[in-house]
């Protein structure tokens, strides 16, 4: 099987800050893959290079075999333009920590607006297939709240229904419970695995819940001070490696 | 005394009409440059904003008497431009000013909508008209409300300089009242300032009421 995302030696500076020093990954359709790692370890920066959020310093991208930020013009690799960024992202979904919804539109129009304007719906259409989303994540009867009037939870089960009801290929979803309280966390983390188990999208979860990284990544990748320094099975990264620094980092976390 | 200030406001009133007229016109003309300066400063092309950045820096940073004498005397005799009548050279003189100030105001509100929200509408895929049209502006338009308010007192206030090209606005006939009666001086121009007061409030309650919309919050 091709891989549908490959990053080849990607490396992202923020000024003088060098986070990213060569990444090399492939992600598989389908595949679910959990990022953990300290923080500032650059484990956002991998996925919002693939979300076209930052452009990277160094290196390629691909998307279902087209470089992401390049295209060839006349012999010579050139940036890409807006359109074949828009092409690519079309199959790419993000969730974000600080959910980051639309609070001037009622959560069923955060739904429906990109489905109107980007995939050209007509707006029945695009509220009911919002309502059915909005349903799955089990806000069935929050259709016409604002987001202000959501506790975190219900913020990010909103986030992941906008996102979700694009269809994409690949779903990102960056630290979504680290804003929540703790007990918001479960009622996330469950739609997270109804997705998993479900649905046949690719997954790349950065998180901090291990145990929910075991528990639903196909595979784990432990990403250190810009590289990756670890990369399998979520069993054999999680409970068997014998790496010094990735045994350092799951022990202050469980303590 | 009382009938005099009242007498005397009945003669103001002849120059209501241009006042509110020249006050409105402006105002919307203030809005329209403001958002296409503002806009425009935003732009991704170093001449377009530039363009824009002179024009808001120039007309901040001249007084409104000096650029509505230059539009009055100095640009139809340099350059043969007539603008018509007096009644819109004062109208473009306000504008052209105002709108400079306002344009801050419509680039910051811009600037001060959470990053995030542009970020997920990159997300979303939306193009970049989208995102300002149904993401950023709605949100920023709430944070401009309240300076909206504030500069169209000021707005107001300014209207009383076109008297001196020749405008019949509420300040003329104060000044065509003194020149008459000339011991009442200081009642005349009482009676101007409660003039534009009273036409004042109906703003200032907007301005109240902005800033209540404004507060209502935006951030998610």
């Known amino acids: 099987m091709e891989p549908i995302v490959q990053y080849k030696n990607i490396h992202k500076s923020f000024g003088d800050t060098h986070v990213l020093k060569g990444i090399d990954l492939d992600i598989y359709p389908g595949e679910k893959i959990a990022i953990i790692g300290p923080s500032g370890s650059g484990k956002t920066t991998i996925i919002r290079l693939l979300m076209t959020l930052e452009e990277p310093t160094d290196g390629d991208i691909y998307v279902a075999g087209k470089n992401l930020w390049k295209v060839e013009r006349k012999g010579k690799m050139v940036p890409a333009k807006e359109k074949q960024l828009a092409d690519v992202r079309k199959d790419i979904g993000m969730v974000f920590q600080h959910f980051n919804l639309f609070p001037h539109k009622t959560i069923l129009d955060n739904c429906a607006m990109p489905l109107i304007n980007v995939k050209k719906m007509k707006k029945g259409e695009a509220r009911e297939m919002s309502k059915q989303m909005l349903d799955r994540v089990g806000l069935g009867d929050k259709y016409d709240a604002y987001p202000a009037n959501l506790s975190g939870g219900q913020k990010q089960r909103v986030a992941m229904a906008r996102a979700l009801v694009m269809k994409p290929k690949i779903m990102l979803f960056d630290e979504v419970t680290s804003a929540l309280d703790p007990e918001l966390v479960g009622e996330v983390l469950e739609v997270i695995r109804d997705l998993a188990e479900n649905d046949e999208m690719a997954m790349v979860l950065v998180t901090h819940e291990m145990d929910f990284a075991l528990e639903i990544a196909d595979r784990v990748l432990f990403l250190d001070e810009g590289v990756i320094a670890e990369s399998g099975p979520a069993d054999e990264v999680i409970n068997k490696s014998d790496n010094p620094r990735l045994q350092g980092f799951l022990k202050r976390f469980r303590a | ?220």
């Open chain 2, 1 to 220: 005394m009382f009938e005099t200030g009242w007498n005397i406001l009945n003669f103001l009133t002849q120059g209501l009409g241009t006042t509110l007229s020249i006050f409105l016109t402006a105002t919307v003309f203030s809005f329209l440059m403001a958002f296409i300066a503002g806009l425009t400063r935003l732009s991704g092309n170093i001449l377009i904003r530039g363009a824009a950045a002179v024009y808001v820096e120039v007309f901040r940073g001249t007084s409104l008497i000096v650029q509505l004498f230059w539009l009055y005397y100095a640009v139809p005799m340099l350059f043969n431009i007539n603008l018509g009548s007096n009644w819109w050279v004062g109208v473009v003189a306000i504008a052209l000013n105002y709108g400079a100030y306002m344009s801050e105001v419509v680039r910051t509100s811009v600037i001060s909508v959470d990053k995030g929200q542009t970020e997920a509408s990159i997300a979303l895929n939306l193009s970049r008209f989208q995102r300002m049209r149904d993401v950023i502006l709605p949100q920023a338009l709430r944070l401009m409300l309240p300076e909206f308010g504030n500069y169209s007192i000021q707005i107001l206030k300014g209207t009383a300089l076109v008297s001196l090209i020749g405008l019949t606005d509420i300040l003329y006939f104060g000044d065509i009242y003194r020149s008459t009666n000339l011991s009442e001086g200081p009642l005349a121009y009482l009676m101007v300032l409660i003039m534009y007061f009273i036409i004042a409030l109906p703003l200032i309650w907007l301005s109240k009421k902005g800033e209540k919309i404004a507060r209502r919050g935006v951030a998610s």
